[in-house]
């Protein structure tokens, strides 16, 4: 594997730990809320420190999602392999992303049914085309589908944080409509580059 490669392959790594640490509280509350016990445990300072390593795995996943790109062309280590590879690892770091949230009941679980189909679909594409011998790494618009996932999972993941740390209702009910309304623009965009993907098989 290249520099760029194992760059990738960060992401890989903090995707179930995201969804770990994510879920956490639940699986404790649940726990810990068995009757005779009543009183929560998580103190604010707890639910800001949650709130903390989550930020930070989000934005060290998006951050390797920059850098292993640039990583590759400036060493001129792009290849076959990372051109699979990263696209590879920016789906499951997203979609576990949105599973969580869709657990959380922050996102229609709907939406995330489209977005698995179309990746399945994605993967299906490309093991077509690896059979004539082309390699099919991202294109704009899985690029520009890639960026609307990455924003409704920051957008989301403010909501998740003013919710917990009980700053405003008024707000949190602001942040999940954005976040709803971007990730329906992600799944059309989704869609759209899908049939992008479709058409250059079948010119091949």
Do not use: H
């Not at 009980?166 to 999940?176: A, G, T, Y």
Request: aromatic share 10%; proline share 4%.
């Amino acid at each position: 594997m290249t520099v760029a490669d194992k760059v990738t392959s960060i992401r890989i790594i903090l995707a179930p730990i995201f969804f770990i640490i994510y879920l956490l509280p639940n699986l404790l509350q649940s726990v810990i809320d068995a009757p005779p016990a009543g009183d929560s445990p998580f103190t604010p300072l707890l639910k800001l420190l949650w709130v903390i390593v989550l930020w930070v795995l989000f934005i060290a996943s998006e951050i390797t999602d920059l850098l292993d790109g640039k990583i590759a062309r400036s060493r001129n280590e792009t290849s076959d392999f990372g051109k699979l590879f990263d696209p590879f690892s920016d789906t499951l770091v997203r979609i576990t992303y949105f599973l969580c949230f869709v657990i959380d009941g922050m996102l229609p679980a709907l939406l995330l049914l489209i977005v698995l189909y179309r990746e399945f679909s994605i993967q299906f594409l490309r093991n077509l085309l690896l059979k004539k011998g082309i390699v099919q790494g991202a294109r704009g618009g899985g690029k520009v589908k890639a960026v609307t996932y990455m924003i409704t999972g920051a957008v989301t993941l403010l909501a998740v944080s003013v919710k917990t740390l009980d700053l405003s209702d008024r707000l949190f009910s602001v942040l999940r409509s954005v976040s709803i309304s971007i990730f329906v623009l992600s799944v059309i965009l989704a869609i759209l580059s899908f049939l992008d993907y479709l058409n250059v098989y079948r010119k091949s």
